[in-house]
């Protein structure tokens, strides 16, 4: 491929790699990861409320990483309350999962960081054959997709396998008990599965731009030299 493409495709994914990292730094400080709603079982099941009434019994929730906000409804009027992970709910909650959680993103961050910066370097510099050149650009955007792929699962399961979103509207409720009526993921989980993507596609952008994939060269040359070796 001429150079000039070779540049525009490096310069395409150094962006692509430095979105994704003010994307997921942008992601990791919100609170829009999960987004719910809460009843409030007990005080539905003392006036027996079904239909419109019980709206008067569903909260609303919302958290990321660090904080959240929850409105807690049971048939008085919401009261909305402001809560944080760290120190009000390390007890309740997987605090290893949520601290892993924290980290793939800080090192998603990080390397999305190093691979823009790299690939800048590959489209205007000389590009090294060691970590700067294309087996480096393929190291940094396999780790940025496996730490993306990792926060999904590790949060995904967080929420659905643990019910943290039940176990934060409980957290203090001596007389009444919270259920989850209806939750999703929001906008900054979905930014992480495009950050992913994105470095995915970074991949296939190195293999456009003629770079082999690391190691193919490698398996190449040890399959000709034992072809020599049988021959002598």
Partial sequence: MPAPQKKLLFCTAGLLSLGCALGAAAAVGSQL???????????????????PELHKFIGAIQYGLFSGQRVRQCGLGGRPLQFSFFPDLLRIIPASIHVSVILFCTVLIVFALVGAGF??????????????????????????????????????????IHHLSEKIANFKEGTFTFKTHSEQFANSFWTILVCSVVHFLNALLIRFAGFEFPFSKSEESGTITGAVDLMY
């Fill in 33 to 51: 990861w999960v987004r719910g709603s809460i009843l409030c079982s007990t005080g539905a099941l003392l006036v027996n409320a079904s239909g």
């Fill in 119 to 160: 690939f800048m370097f590959n489209a205007f510099g000389s590009p090294y054959e060691t970590l700067h050149g294309p087996v480096g650009l393929y190291l940094w955007s396999f780790i940025s997709c496996s730490c993306g792929c990792l926060i999904m699962i590790l949060f995904s399961s967080e929420v659905k």
